[in-house]
């Protein structure tokens, strides 16, 4: 039996842990993997203590922090559910079964699917959900990034820098992020934008080899069918969002997005089961903001188990 199960190893989860650890606290984090969401990141330019380094390094810098503790780990095992059974929180996961007195929940969040045809047939197999990851594998290549905001944006700034020629396929009117990184982009030679455009499929043979695409109607969602190209690329970058992983929160309360709602201190509806970082509805999903979210619902988790 833990004081405390922490899911989730990205900075949420790791602060949590970094705090439950100087408490003193019996505890245990579960993670499919370690630095979450800022491991996948590009380059990091306002994250206070540094004023450049890239998602891997600051990742690294997370997980380091994390094991200077000697914090029991159970890295690669997914968790199946968790529930709340009389006192007791109880975690399941691919592996084994776990008991503690509290929860946080610092899952993250997970690349947004396409959803259309030839996804699955060449995901890794020239479509990738990772540039920082995946990016350095096209060089000289000709590349389609699909998304309009920061994420597609810190894609083809990567990408610039070592592709051919980079296609932004995006559905709105003009790309959205933040304005330094457009700038950014925009003045690249090697970008190309395509507004009011959707990827209707992703096509090859035995890797990727282009994109079929289709006009929208400007401020609409409404394909004209007449309006529709083919896009030769041998790499495609899919930017368009993220979705919680909380499915797994039984009676956990969420919103219409799969977030798991909670108060200013990190409460969830279920009485010691806390939530932090990109995973809940907190406004604005920033590194920084959900290494804060980590700490509080700690601090939170703590100020509950020594009332009970």
């Known amino acids: 039996m833990y004081d405390l199960i922490i899911i989730g190893a990205g900075p949420a989860g790791i602060t949590a842990s970094v705090y439950a650890a100087r408490k003193n606290m019996n505890f245990l984090v579960i993670s499919k993997d370690i630095g979450g969401q800022a491991a996948w990141s590009g380059d990091i330019e306002n994250y206070t203590g540094y004023q450049f380094i890239t998602g891997p390094e600051l990742a690294q810098k997370f997980e380091e922090h994390m ?13 199946i559910t968790v529930e709340k059974i009389g006192s007791m929180i109880k975690v399941t996961t691919e592996k084994a079964e776990y008991e503690a007195r509290s929860a946080i929940i610092a899952s993250g969040k997970r690349s947004r699917e396409l959803r259309v045809p030839g996804e699955k047939e060449f995901k890794n197999r020239g479509l990738t959900y990772c540039a920082t990851c995946d990016g350095p594998l096209f060089v000289g290549k000709d590349v389609a990034i699909i998304g309009g905001g920061n994420s597609a944006l810190d894609a083809a700034l990567q990408m610039i820098s070592i592709g051919k020629n980079i296609y932004i396929i995006n559905n709105t009117d003009n790309l959205g992020g933040d304005a330094v990184m457009r700038q950014k982009v925009e003045a690249g030679a090697k970008a190309k934008v395509f507004n009011n455009s959707q990827v209707t499929a992703i096509l090859g043979d035995k890797m990727v080899n282009g994109i079929r695409l289709q006009k929208l109607q400007p401020q609409m969602t409404q394909v004209n069918s007449a309006d529709e190209q083919l896009l030769a690329v041998q790499g495609v970058f899919v930017e368009i969002g993220l979705e919680p992983n909380s499915e797994f929160a039984r009676g956990v309360e969420k919103n219409e997005l799969g977030e798991i709602k ?34 509080k619902a700690l601090l939170s988790a703590f100020r509950y188990l020594a009332k009970h």
């Open 67 to 79: 094991r200077k503790y000697n914090t029991a780990l159970k890295e690669n095992e997914a968790v």
């Open 262 to 295: 909670v108060t200013s201190y990190n409460e969830t509806n279920v009485e010691g089961i806390f939530a932090a970082g990109d995973v809940t509805d907190v406004p604005e999903k920033q590194i920084i903001i959900a290494a804060g979210e980590g700490s």
